[in-house]
């Protein structure tokens, strides 16, 4: 599938599943436009864009703020041209028991989150309506789908994502407009790896972080192996190509969901 030429966005591209799909839709042939609330990160993966030979620009964003995110899209039709594939991938984590929630954590990851994912994709609705055209992928993930022990304040938020992208597209569903979420399975980024991730907070008595993970991945997963950036990147570029599959939450989670 190519989508030559083609302007895309990618919030949250700095790192992790962010970059590997900002590099995902270079590789399609499409020009990139990655977003982050750190600006350094930022210019390193449109600098990694800019290698595959597609054009990009890095801006910096605060996407719970709606000026930001207004100036976001401007900003980046000003630098490429009309938006036609935007990836709402910015998102935070937090590992807490139930008990364990502050207001102001709950608070912040639903600003993140939730009010991140509507206010860009409002945005991008607003840019995209005129012309007929566009695709918007939000990522949420499979605790969006199944939740998880320690997660529930992150689960919350994240199938809010999915309610919400399900919802706006049958808003936009005649305007040429698609809207879907995807949905990352266990990726070895800070959700999961590192002492303060969750192979880290589940490990058994006697076992390390990477055998937690590893244990893991073989227990949770039928095909017994993570999925990686790259992973998400190939559905992304599915979804900016595809006409006709709007609405969905697609998990690339090695069978892990329903």
């Known amino acids: 599938m190519t989508l030559d030429n083609q302007v895309a966005l990618v919030t949250g591209g700095g790192r992790g599943i962010g970059r590997g799909i900002a590099l995902a839709l270079a590789g399609a042939g499409a020009d990139v ?60 984590i937090s590992i807490k028991s139930v008990g364990e929630i502050a207001v102001c954590d709950w608070d912040k990851l639903m600003n993140v989150n939730a009010r991140g994912v509507f206010l860009c994709t409002q945005a991008e609705v607003t840019a995209m309506r005129p012309r007929g055209f566009g695709r918007i992928i939000n990522v949420a993930s499979i605790a969006g789908k199944v939740g998880f022990p320690d997660l529930s304040h992150y689960s919350a938020s994240k199938f809010a994502v999915i309610g919400f992208s399900n919802a706006v597209a049958k808003e936009v569903a005649q305007e040429g407009i698609t809207v879907n979420a995807l949905c990352p399975g266990i990726v070895g980024t800070g959700m999961w790896r590192g002492e303060d991730g969750l192979a880290g907070r589940w490990r058994q008595p006697g076992e390390g972080e990477a055998e937690s993970w590893e244990r893991h991945q073989k227990t949770l997963l039928p095909q017994g192996v993570a999925q990686t950036p790259e992973d ?20 690339v989670d090695g069978g892990f969901s329903l």
């Open 33 to 92: 436009a990655v977003a982050d609330i750190d600006a350094d990160i930022a210019g390193e993966s449109a600098e990694a864009v800019r290698q595959t030979g597609r054009r990009s620009v890095a801006l910096t964003v605060d996407v719970t703020d709606p000026e930001s995110v207004t100036a976001m899209v401007a900003d980046v039709e000003k630098a490429l041209g009309p938006l036609a594939i935007a990836v709402n991938n910015a998102g935070i």
């Open 232 to 251: 998400m990147g190939d559905l992304a570029v599915y979804l900016a190509g595809a006409s006709h599959v709007t609405g969905q939450a697609i998990a």
